[in-house]
């Protein structure tokens, strides 16, 4: 079981920034990636950017790649998502995901809202 709890989130004016932490708890080494989602009322939950633990391997959706950045610490298992220039169309819920084990495990969202 992977626990995972997310911070972070709040209100900003559009082209500000915010950076959410997710920090992971229980069993962190059988965490495979982490990533970050979101979801906006009436949507669909949507892949934010994902980073794997060995490798690093980073992969960001297209409506953010420029103004994200998705980074890990290793000595404290916590996985970060920088938000820069952020837009109102970047409102959702914020959710942190873990793979371990070939399951998956959520944390329970962090709100971010981007006024005009």
């Known amino acids: 079981q992977v626990q995972l709890v997310e911070s972070g989130g709040g209100l900003v004016q559009a082209g500000g920034s915010l950076r959410l932490s997710c920090r992971p708890s229980?069993?962190?080494?059988?965490?495979?990636?982490m990533g970050w989602y979101r979801q906006a009322p009436g949507k669909q939950r949507e892949l934010v950017a994902t980073?794997?633990?060995?490798?690093?391997?980073?992969n960001y959706a297209d409506s953010v790649k420029g103004r994200f950045t998705i980074s890990r610490d290793n000595v404290k298992i916590a996985v970060y998502l920088q938000m820069n220039s952020l837009k109102p169309e970047d409102t959702a819920v914020y959710y942190c995901?873990?793979?371990?084990?070939?399951?998956?495990?959520w944390g329970q969202g962090t709100q971010v809202t981007v006024s005009e």
């Open positions: 229980g069993s962190i080494f059988s965490i495979d990636a």
């Open positions: 980073i794997t633990t060995l490798s690093g391997n980073i």
């Open positions: 995901k873990a793979n371990a084990g070939g399951r998956f495990f």
